[in-house]
């Protein structure tokens, strides 16, 4: 993979009051790449941190390396973090007894093309032998776009305290490495596949297009909903989908995977990723998600679902439901 200067661009024109521009390395051959389209973009860049966190509170090195580039790195509390360091403390304090919780709100995402910029407020709070004692971080994240979808390549975060309001920050220049090339698994070519399926779907979704929801699924496929429901079958998913779609509240669904398994003979494959639906109603937008497992074989015409899994893991809005 190379680089030149040339392929040197301006992420955004203005983070934020009082903090300079940043300038991103881009691969040369992304400039002629497909720019990522549709009303939901802004949401999947959120998934894609929420992603992150999702990794992080379990420990889940794996899923934490999936949701972020090669060349991830965090400034925190004074100290540049690499992916690995950054786990290995989070492991430390958990192994300590502490619990984390972090809660995305109030984003603010700014679009070129590949390339993706987010402010947001970080609610979330951390329990030990003292109790639980809420927090607060103001947080951004710069990130790129590939086969794969959106990964965290920086990250940046202020905890707030109440002996220290938030300001307005002083002028600071960031810079996002370029990320190295991802290592060849052997299976790069059904991951692809895989990866592109599912974007499809989730468009599909997006426009609550039954239609051309339907194929990549299994006639006898099975499925495990987030409330504990279940349905076996396509004509049993297509009529759930379809209440969906009627639903004047729906507004879509967004799976993101973070990680794809193929079997030695490109047969089978499991898609692990995170998922957020988006209502609206008269009193604001709710959002919940969580974690999903997706069973993938391979058919006569390609790579189908066999079979779903998805647990809530949170929830936030007016239309949240136990």
């Not at 965090?74 to 403390?89: F, H, I, K, Q, V």
């Not at 669904?253 to 193929?262: D, F, K």
């Not at 990723?273 to 209502?279: L, P, Q, S, V």
Request: aromatic share 10%; proline share 6%.
């Amino acid at each position: 993979m190379r680089y030149s200067l040339s392929a040197l661009r301006i992420a955004m024109l203005a983070l934020a009051p009082g903090l300079a521009i940043a300038w991103v390395p881009c691969r040369v051959e992304a400039q002629t790449a497909d720019c990522p389209t549709g009303e939901f973009v802004e949401a999947e860049v959120v998934g894609a941190v929420e992603r992150m966190y999702a990794a992080a509170k379990i420990d889940d090195m794996a899923g934490f390396a999936a949701a972020v580039s090669p060349g991830f790195y965090a400034y925190d509390s004074g100290n540049e973090l690499t992916a690995p360091t950054l786990m290995a403390l989070m492991k430390a304090a958990h192994a300590a007894g502490k619990i984390y919780e972090w809660r995305v709100t109030q984003p603010r995402v700014r679009l070129s093309c590949d390339t993706a910029w987010v402010s947001y407020v970080n609610l979330g709070a951390v329990t030990d032998e003292n109790g639980r004692q809420p927090l607060k971080w103001l947080e951004s994240a710069a990130l790129s776009h590939d086969a794969r979808g959106w990964r965290v390549d920086f990250l940046h975060s202020t905890r707030v305290t109440a002996a220290e309001p938030a300001k307005t920050p002083t002028p600071v220049t960031l810079s996002v490495p370029v990320p190295a090339p991802a290592i060849a698994t052997g299976n790069d070519a059904d991951e692809a596949e895989i990866f592109a399926l599912r974007a499809e779907n989730n468009r599909a979704i997006a426009r609550h297009d039954l239609t051309s929801f339907a194929p990549v699924f299994a006639d006898d496929a099975v499925f495990v909903w987030s409330n504990g429901g279940s349905a076996t079958g396509k004509g049993a998913l297509l009529q759930a989908f379809a209440g969906d779609f009627a639903d004047p509240t729906f507004v879509t669904y967004i799976r993101t995977p973070g990680r794809i398994s193929v079997n030695d003979r490109s047969e089978r494959a499991a898609e692990h990723g995170t998922w957020i639906a988006i209502k609206r109603d008269a009193r604001g937008e709710t959002r919940y998600g969580g974690d999903y497992l997706a069973h993938w074989f391979r058919g006569r015409t390609g790579w189908m679902v066999r079979g779903e899994v998805y647990v809530k893991l949170y929830c936030g809005g007016p239309l949240c439901v136990p």
